[in-house]
């Protein structure tokens, strides 16, 4: 199979373009530029009545509340919440338009394929929560670890930098697909990336932090990069399935991890880090569950989406238990992590086993919360079989 990487597309051949006197002749006989020379304005913009046909609303004055002037203050203050349907315009919602806009087909315009009732104040924590992996996490206090320890610890940090890119490039591929009127989901997105680059960063910069290295890369990336395009690939065949493979089933297990790796974590650094991710990544999984639960409560004919949601949900688990979780890497890095050493894996693979059955049972609690119960059909294992 051709990898993705080849397939990006040359330039194609330059079309001829006018010179530069020339586009400047074509300037001075456009008519709005030649009725401005002689002081004609348009002025439409200006004069029109604010009923949302040219010109949206006038005199809103939202007020700030205790944390500042939020999303939510101004929606309040507007009543500008967002519509079952979204209009096929570039528009931000409640602005008007040009004289004749022009339809865009934006591929999602409907409030049940984007929506969650927290993704408003999820956007707003994004935003007052972001923090550096330069200054916020204490370098100057890293301590020595025995080598075994440090090596099974740069090993899942490697793993770490490489899930960090992969949450992304998937996600951040969906943002030109969602409608301006939604622009919420928009900005939650681009924060989200904000986060993954953070969580890449920071993980890179512990690895070379504290005597160590990279590790063996897992094919886990390639693996989905390898279907030719992300967009082929089924589990992110909708943004219903996307999100459900990336937030809830991928990142509810990353989530877990991280809690793992906070507990586990031998130096007060590398516990700052994983308490530091974990609230990134807890708002991540957070919008995914509840754009499930709005899913489930809002689609229509959703018992078929439904049953092909159970479908890829399957795939995805499957997916995440043979290429994770049964990872050479991934298992043996965390058995000397909790076994505090190559000598205590044994005992650190029972952690590991508790570990799995934890993220198995919060994973589902969160699913059916949300009104999507895969206890009889989950392909998760009960056990891992080792
Ligand atoms: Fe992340
Ligand atoms: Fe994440």
Redesign the pocket.
Known sequence: MVSTFSQIREVPAFAALPTKAEFVEQLNADEYARRVRNGDFDLGWFNAAPDGTRWGQWGVRAQPSRRGLTLMDIDKASGLFPEAFAPPLAAPRGGGTEREPTTVNWGINERWEVWAENLVPLYEEACSRQWSATEDIEWSRMEELPPDMERALCQFNTFLTMA?YL?TDVLASWIPKFNTYFHEIKLFLASQAM??AR?TEVFRKRIFANGGGLGQAINFGSQLAQQSSLADNILFGSWAFTSYGVHVVF?GA?LSMFRFGEFLGKTDVDKQIFRM?MQ??AR?VAYGTLHLKYMIEHAPDVERRLEELHYLASISEMFFTSFFFLHPTTLEACAILAGEGVDGMDKGLEVYKALYRKMREEYLMRIKQAGFDRTDRCMYPEELPI
């Open positions: 960090e949450a986060d993954e969580h990142e990353i991710v990134d990544e991540h």
